[in-house]
Every structure is written in C-alpha cells, then in structure tokens.
C-alpha cells in the first residue's frame, strides 16, 4: 500500500521528530555559563567535600549548574602545580576531577 504524498510527508515528518527525542536523551546537555557562588552558599555535603579535597588549598571559584533537574558544583582548588578542578553533585559526590600540571621544561 503506497501513501500518499501528505500522508507520507507526515510519517516522516513524526518518525524525524521520534528519532530527535530519542537522540536527545543519549546526549547530556552541554553546560553553559553557571553561576559563580561563595562557599557559603553550597549545601553541608558540599562544602564538606570541598574542605576534604582542598587539604589547605584556597577555593579560587566555585560555579552552580544546574540541568535536567540535577545540580553539579565546578570547584577550583589551589593554583599553578596545586591546582585541581572537581565536579560535585548536590550530595557532595565527586562526579569527575581534574588536576592540572605545569611542566618543567
């Protein structure tokens, strides 16, 4: 059975648009520009986090994201060969890290 050229317009048209929702729950949201907060604008099992991994280090910044419902804080800590980026959710759980390392060439 062959459908006719609006009908077949419209199938395609719902199985692109299918395709696209499907796509877009594989894919995490790209972050943009989150808020820049103080310490003591973080929840208790954050800033808890942050003190256990700053071991001395200042807290240079500290970014607030917040996508698909869930809220993750970007902490910098220290600087030059002591400086460590973390990714914490809202229960205080370091989701990913990053140190940084100059060379001494």
Do not use: F, W
């Amino acid at each position: 059975m062959l459908i006719p050229n609006g009908r077949y317009a419209i199938a395609s048209l719902i199985l692109a648009c299918l395709l696209a929702i499907t796509g877009c729950k594989q894919r995490p949201i790209e972050k943009t520009g989150g808020q820049t907060i103080e310490l003591s604008q973080v929840p208790a099992p954050v800033k808890a986090t942050i003190d256990q991994q700053a071991q001395g280090r200042p807290v240079n910044e500290i970014e607030k994201h917040t996508a698909r419902g869930t809220t993750q804080y970007d902490v910098t800590l220290g600087s030059g060969d002591q400086k460590q980026e973390l990714i914490l959710d809202e229960t205080g759980k370091v989701v990913a890290t990053k140190e940084d390392e100059e060379d001494d060439d």
